[in-house]
Structures are given as structure tokens and as C-alpha cells.
């Protein structure tokens, strides 16, 4: 009995001179000044002389600290530096011991540095990697508790502190004995859309050394967007399991019937006996976007062959009055889809996106450097036009298929000789991307106009008669003004048939513009002054006949109306 008494105070002393000691706390391994590198002893046991004990790295000699009777307390640091003054110099806020002792340069990707007492027994060992941290020039690597293992690397990392070291004080990063930490908070989907929904996943964790209980994870939907927690905006109070250290638990909830623009969510961790709250709170926005659909974000002009040292681009327009967002959404031509974007990218109403190939557009058209808020420039290096034509499909984050363009050399205007650094234009946005005379060359003087009002834009008036022309002459001769008339007509019925043709002053058809398409009570037409054979019409009158039949009662409806080809004078 005596025996087993003997040894099981032999081992209660053994385990306290492992755990209860001074032992290393912080390392400068790295400093701005190569001079000034140090360490930081702190004792978790009871009152320790220093006296010839010492300290070596990896490849050193042993060097001993001091050589006098030093009393390092429980709970207490001292520093064992370099260069006392250079010390002092960059931590003048520093009050505490100060050891100045010959030095052994400490390796910057990693080394060992061993603590030993005056009797020759190693006491503690840090063999260090510059993946632990510290390995920024001036920031030290700090312990995170002080009875966890010397040599384990979750047990270290870079000091957290504005000084960038924490000499003579507890560690910035050290574990508390209750600590909750909010890991995790994500939303999915990533590109939520108006009437769905919304998921909001939680991580809670425990980073303190005693078990957490009594606690809550509480969420509040921040409706003024202020970032401020208030009580009527709780929406939701999740009661925590009990949390055993480094232990975690994951929570979820879900928000319904969205509605379209910016939702802020704040998430909070309540837990009184906490001692570091400032890991317990996390923030996150995201953007509820219309429903994507046909039309409501157009391929409105397409730089596929520029000039050398240009590059290649494709810019989106926001004809609608919603707002979206442009997060994971596809745009794919042949050679593939390309993503526009992983971040939230939201376009306003009227707005442009520009996908360029580089950003050395901005260097040709400058007024891209300084983009007002309608205009928003992503880079998609993989983008690569064919100069022959093809199609490109613009897709919402859910694949849905929002806007469609086959382009060709065809599409620009016949006069314009050598189309290379000249862009094709969409003429009018409510009008199909399929519609070939709705797209052609542009007018602009830099042979583009990214970000900007289209030069061939034209608008159809839209008033209560049946058939209005705009402008009416035009004058399609390629400056970019009154080049192209919009026909509208507006019908008694909801859905007929069609043809629509355009003659000469003598009678002859010369250009057909539908021939027995479906409409509905309204349909529009564009009309570049070019016959079918695609020849310049000469400066003259014309007439618009418009031939439809309604489906329902069998009933025809014939529309004529003078158009005239102009020339600026």
C-alpha cells in the first residue's frame, strides 16, 4: 500500500511540472527588424527562479538566459529578446520583464526552440512552422492555451492584436474557459428570386475548454438595413445542445414568399458566461431578384471583331423597371458556357453589363474608367467570338434560357465596306434578338458604344390608331440618326395572322417583312430602306400594307400607309 502511495504521488508531481510551468507563450520569429527577434515565457505553475536556465533552436548551442536569480510568478510573462533597445523602440507600451541574452537566429519557415532548466531537463519545446503563422513580417506567433500541446499546430497561430504582438499580456488568440463562436452562416440559393425561398444554415462551435449550455442562436431579419440588432426584428430563437469543447452543432431555417431587392439577415449567439463575444455575431445580404424571364435582360450590342489591340465584348441592357442579379449566370456561345460572375452583380433598370475578353477595353473607351451606377464591367477571359458568326444564349443561375442571338457579318449595315472595330447594335430592345433588321452597324464615332444609349436606337411610338411609322421620312444612310422606321400596328383582335409587305410607287412589292406570321393585338416592324435582295431603295415614296385575319370571327383587316425614303440635305 505504501508502494502504490509512493507512485501515485510520483505521478501527480510528474503530470504538475508537465502541465504547471513556465513554458514558451509567443515567438517573433519573423520580425521587420532581423535584428529584433524574441520569445515570450509565461508560467501556468507556482513561482519559478530562471536562474541558469536556457534556450536553443534547432541547430544552436545551448545559451543561457540569465545567470541571476529571476523570479518568474504564476500568471506572469517575460520577455527574452534579442536587442532590448530595438525591443523597446517598437513596443514602447511594453512595462514588463525584459531579458536580454545571446541570440541564435530563429529560421523563418520553421525551427525548434527548447526551453531548459537549470537542471539540464527540457521543460518545453515549440517545434514551429511558418504554416502555424507569424510568418508576416513584424507579427508574432501566439499560443492558444497555454496547458494544450507545445507541438501541436491547432494550437497555434498568427497574433490577432493591432500591435501585432501581445508582449506582457494575454494573447490575443488565446482559448477562454466559455467561448462560443459562430462559425458558419450561408444562404442558398445563391441567386434567390422573389415569391421562393430563402435557407439560412448555421455552425456553432466550441472554442472554450468547459462545456456550453444555456444558449441560443437567434436570428432577426434586418429590415432597415442598418446592421443594428433591434427586438421586433427577432424572427427566429433556436435553443443550442449542449457543447462539449471543439465540439459543433449545425442548425437551419427557412425564409418564404420573398420579396424582390436587398434582405440583410443577422444572426447572434446568446451566452451569458461567455468571454469573447466578438465572434457571436455574423451579418450577411443578398438580393432577391425578379423571376427570370424571356426579355427582361437583352444582348443589346456585340464587339466580335475589333480592331488589333482591341478586344472582344458583349454588352447585356436592363430594358425592364425590376432589378436582378447577375450572380451565376451563364453566357454561352461555341465554345462554350461561361460563368458571368460569382459574386452578386445586381443591374438597375436601364443599366448595362459589359463581358469583355480584357479589361484593356477601358483603355480605347475611357469613359468606362469611372462607371456611373448603371454600368457594371465584368472580365470573362474564355470569352471568343467568331468573326464568321454564331449564337450566344444568355442564362439565369437556374439555366432558364433569358435571351438568344445568332449573329452574322450579315447583320451590319451593306454601305459599310470593312466592318472590323465596328459594333452591331440592337436597334430596339423590345423588339426579338431573332429579328435580323433588328440589329446592325454602329454609327458612333469610336465604332461603338459600350455602356451607353445605343446610336441606331429607335423607339416605337405607340398611340391608338392602327398603324403609326416613326420616324416618317427616315433617312437610312448609316449615320446612326433616323436610319431605320418602326411600324406598329395595333388591332380589334387577340390573335390572327399577318403578312405585311412594303411597294413602290408604281405597285411593285419589293420588301417583306412578315408573310402569315401569328400576332396578337399588336405587332412591330422594323424597315432598314434595303428591298429583299438586299439593295439600297432609292429616295421616294412608298406604301406600308398590312394584310391580317382574325382567327376568331374569319374577319380580314387590310392597313395602308405612305412611308418615305429620305436624304439629308
Not at 497555454?146 to 501585432?164: E, V
Not at 443561375?397 to 445568332?406: A, F, R, V, Y
Request: negative net charge; contains cysteine.
Amino acid at each position: 500500500m505504501k508502494l502504490l502511495l509512493t507512485a501515485y504521488t510520483a505521478i501527480i508531481f510528474i503530470c504538475t511540472n508537465v502541465f504547471a510551468q513556465p513554458l514558451i507563450n509567443e515567438i517573433m520569429y519573423a520580425p521587420t527588424n532581423s535584428g529584433n527577434e524574441w520569445f515570450e515565457l509565461t508560467n501556468t505553475g507556482d513561482a519559478e527562479d530562471l536562474a541558469n536556465w536556457k534556450w536553443k533552436d534547432a541547430t544552436s548551442t545551448l545559451r543561457t538566459i540569465t545567470t541571476q536569480n529571476f523570479i518568474l510568478q504564476k500568471d506572469s510573462f517575460v520577455v527574452v529578446c534579442q536587442d532590448s533597445t530595438a525591443f523597446k523602440t517598437q513596443f514602447a507600451f511594453y512595462k514588463g520583464k525584459l531579458i536580454q541574452t545571446q541570440w541564435s537566429a530563429l529560421n523563418n519557415s520553421g525551427d525548434n526552440l527548447i526551453l531548459i532548466n537549470s537542471n539540464g531537463v527540457r521543460i518545453d519545446s515549440v517545434n514551429y512552422s511558418s504554416s502555424w503563422g507569424g510568418n508576416t513580417g513584424g507579427i508574432s506567433l501566439e499560443r492558444k492555451n497555454p496547458n494544450g500541446q507545445s507541438n501541436l499546430p491547432a494550437n497555434w497561430g498568427t497574433c490577432l492584436d493591432p500591435m501585432r504582438a501581445t508582449p506582457g499580456k494575454e494573447n490575443s488568440i488565446r482559448t477562454k474557459e466559455y467561448d462560443l463562436t459562430l462559425k458558419k452562416f450561408v444562404t442558398n440559393p445563391v441567386s434567390p428570386v422573389a415569391g421562393g425561398f430563402l435557407t439560412l444554415s448555421f455552425v456553432v462551435a466550441n472554442s472554450g475548454l468547459n462545456i456550453a449550455t444555456n444558449s441560443s442562436l437567434k436570428i432577426y431579419d434586418d429590415r432597415n438595413l442598418d446592421s443594428i440588432i433591434q427586438q421586433s426584428e427577432l424572427i427566429n430563437s433556436i435553443e443550442l445542445t449542449s457543447l462539449e469543447p471543439d465540439d459543433s452543432t449545425s442548425n437551419e431555417m427557412t425564409v418564404q414568399e420573398l420579396l424582390p431587392g436587398k434582405k440583410q439577415f443577422i444572426a447572434l449567439i446568446n451566452y451569458q458566461p461567455d468571454q469573447d463575444t466578438s465572434d457571436n455575431k455574423l451579418l450577411r445580404s443578398v438580393f432577391i431578384s425578379e423571376p427570370g424571364q424571356a426579355g427582361s435582360i437583352v444582348i443589346n450590342e456585340i464587339m466580335y471583331e475589333p480592331l488589333t489591340g482591341q478586344v472582344e465584348w458583349i454588352e447585356l441592357f436592363n430594358p425592364s423597371s425590376a432589378t436582378y442579379d447577375l450572380k451565376e449566370w451563364q453566357l454561352t456561345d461555341n465554345s462554350g458556357a461561361n460563368k458571368i460572375t460569382d459574386s452578386p452583380l445586381v443591374i438597375l433598370p436601364g443599366g448595362y453589363l459589359i463581358i469583355s475578353s480584357d479589361s484593356s477595353l477601358m483603355n480605347y473607351f475611357s469613359y468606362l474608367k469611372n462607371p456611373d451606377e448603371l454600368i457594371s464591367i465584368v472580365v470573362v477571359s474564355s470569352l471568343s467570338l467568331n468573326n464568321s458568326g454564331e449564337t450566344i444564349t444568355v442564362a439565369d443561375s437556374l439555366l432558364t434560357e433569358i435571351d438568344k442571338c445568332s449573329y452574322s457579318p450579315s447583320m451590319h449595315n451593306p454601305e459599310i465596306e470593312d466592318t472590323r472595330g465596328i459594333s452591331l447594335e440592337r436597334i430596339n430592345p423590345a423588339l426579338p434578338s431573332s429579328y435580323l433588321y433588328n440589329w446592325s452597324s454602329s454609327a458612333n464615332s469610336l465604332g461603338a458604344t459600350p455602356g451607353r444609349k445605343n446610336s441606331i436606337f429607335a423607339n416605337a411610338n405607340s398611340v391608338s390608331s392602327d398603324i403609326t411609322i416613326s420616324p416618317n421620312p427616315f433617312s437610312p444612310d448609316g449615320d446612326g440618326t433616323d436610319d431605320v422606321a418602326v411600324i406598329n400596328c395595333k388591332f380589334a383582335f387577340t390573335k390572327g395572322t399577318i403578312r405585311a409587305n412594303i411597294y413602290d410607287i408604281r405597285g411593285r412589292m419589293i420588301r417583306t417583312l412578315a408573310n402569315n406570321e401569328l400576332t396578337g393585338s399588336e405587332k412591330t416592324f422594323l424597315f432598314n430602306g434595303y428591298s429583299d435582295s438586299n439593295e439600297k431603295l432609292n429616295v421616294g415614296i412608298y406604301v406600308v400594307m398590312i394584310e391580317a385575319i382574325d382567327q376568331v370571327r374569319g374577319e380580314p383587316v387590310t392597313i395602308k400607309a405612305p412611308l418615305v425614303i429620305a436624304a439629308k440635305l
